[in-house]
């Protein structure tokens, strides 16, 4: 499956974050994830959805953050890009150490603090 439209990850942000804080935090992040990327002259759809859907996982398994979704990802055929971000930016959380290695991995890092 390739990346999907914005409104399907609206959709599974949808179905899988309930909290409205949680989802302003996924809009906030994804907006200045885009900016970067215009910046940067990078993918916008990428970086958006990247950090979009960085913490899709986090309500509903907080202690396995974000591996569960990372093998959701996997599963569905994400970029290996937006999966190794959605990694790193966990650096240091419920025992994650991949430090980010690409540009979007470093925004993404730097956009959720």
């Known amino acids: 499956m390739p990346l999907p439209t914005r409104a399907e990850a609206r959709q599974l942000l949808e179905q899988h974050v309930q909290d ?3 989802r302003y935090h996924a809009r906030m ?3 200045a994830m885009e900016g970067y990327a215009r910046h940067y002259d990078e993918d ?4 958006f959805l990247t950090g979009f859907l960085h913490d ?3 309500e509903e398994f907080p202690e396995e953050h ?3 979704s990372l093998g959701w990802f996997r599963e569905w055929g ?3 890009e937006l ?6 930016h ?3 959380y419920n025992s994650f150490k991949t430090l980010p290695q690409t540009r979007l991995a470093s925004a993404l890092l730097a956009c959720d603090e």
């Open 20 to 22: 409205e804080y949680q």
């Open 29 to 31: 992040v994804a907006t």
């Open 44 to 47: 916008p759809d990428l970086w």
């Open 56 to 58: 899709i996982d986090f």
């Open 66 to 68: 974000p591996g569960i």
């Open 78 to 80: 994400y970029p290996e």
């Open 83 to 88: 999966i190794h971000a959605v990694e790193a």
């Open 90 to 92: 966990a650096y240091g």
